[in-house]
């Protein structure tokens, strides 16, 4: 969930960034230059291949971030885990003896 979250954020900052972005390099481009010029068509693709690329970045950020506060932060989990690994403990010793 948290992975998912900061993904659709991070995500949605990338999309108005670079499509501004991309705005702003097609207007300030030469007024000469027709649409199909292959260097207008080089920069709107390189803002595209970003804009993926960030969203990638986003989501597997957001999952290590998740993954860490989980391990290492999260207090809920500590007790828990500790009683599961007593019980297991428990019924290892009683299924040897």
Request: proline share 4%.
């Amino acid at each position: 969930m948290v992975a998912a979250v900061s993904a659709a954020l991070q995500c949605g900052l990338a999309v108005l960034f670079l499509l501004s972005l991309s705005f702003v390099f097609a207007l300030t481009g030469d007024s000469a230059r027709p649409a199909s010029d292959p260097i207008l068509e080089y920069g709107m693709t390189v803002v595209l291949v970003a804009l993926i690329l960030c969203a990638i970045f986003a989501f597997v950020s957001g999952a290590f971030t998740a993954f860490l506060f989980n391990m290492f932060v999260n207090p809920r989990k500590i007790p828990k885990l500790a009683g599961q690994a007593r019980a297991f403990l428990s019924r290892a010793q009683s299924s040897v003896q």
